[in-house]
């Protein structure tokens, strides 16, 4: 049996729900959320050079600059701090840094929202070897989520990693 044989080291398995809103306010509590939540994570994992950082999250926010919330500051500030975290499908998918074109599609009474704000971060200690599938838009149906058949109105998001 090869995991006798694998190196072992503490992994943290973290799952948070940051601020919702829309305006650069809510962006700046979320960035705010996130970095008192990761500097916790690091003080936890101090003297454990290999321990490993897994972060799953409902971010309430996009990647990329948005009209109304600003500037993707929690997002930013999860990859600029010092952990040294990394999006699991923004690098697991073979697309270099993009992330998946949506994580939620809704249909609300002044539109339609298709955007990205769930992620799964990891530490350089760990490698993601699979990542569950999103929905194809082909796959979505016409009322989009959530539905009966799927009843929530984010996607699932999982990954497998291997600890180096």
């Not at 072992?8 to 948070?16: D, G, Q, T, Y």
């Not at 601020?19 to 979320?30: F, H, I, L, P």
């Not at 290999?50 to 929690?74: C, E, M, Y």
């Not at 490698?127 to 009322?143: C, D, F, K, N």
Request: with cysteine.
């Amino acid at each position: 049996d090869r995991r006798a044989e694998a190196p072992s080291a503490p992994v943290a398995a973290i799952s948070a729900h940051l601020k919702a809103g829309k305006t650069s306010q809510a962006e700046s509590d979320r960035a705010k959320q996130v970095a008192l939540l990761l500097d916790l994570v690091e003080s936890l994992c101090s003297g454990s050079e290999r321990a490993g950082v897994i972060l799953g999250a409902d971010f309430n926010a996009v990647p990329i600059p948005d009209s109304k919330a600003g500037d993707p500051l929690a997002y930013s500030a999860t990859l600029s701090h010092p952990l040294g975290l990394r999006s699991a499908y923004a690098t697991g998918r073979g697309t270099g840094t993009a992330e998946p074109e949506y994580t939620t599609w809704k249909l609300r009474p002044k539109g339609e929202i298709k955007r990205t704000v769930d992620y799964i971060f990891f530490s350089a200690s760990l490698v993601p070897t699979s990542l569950l599938e999103l929905p194809t838009e082909s796959e979505m149906p016409a009322e989009r989520i959530p539905t009966y058949a799927y009843p929530s109105d984010h996607f699932a998001l999982g990954a497998d990693f291997a600890l180096l």
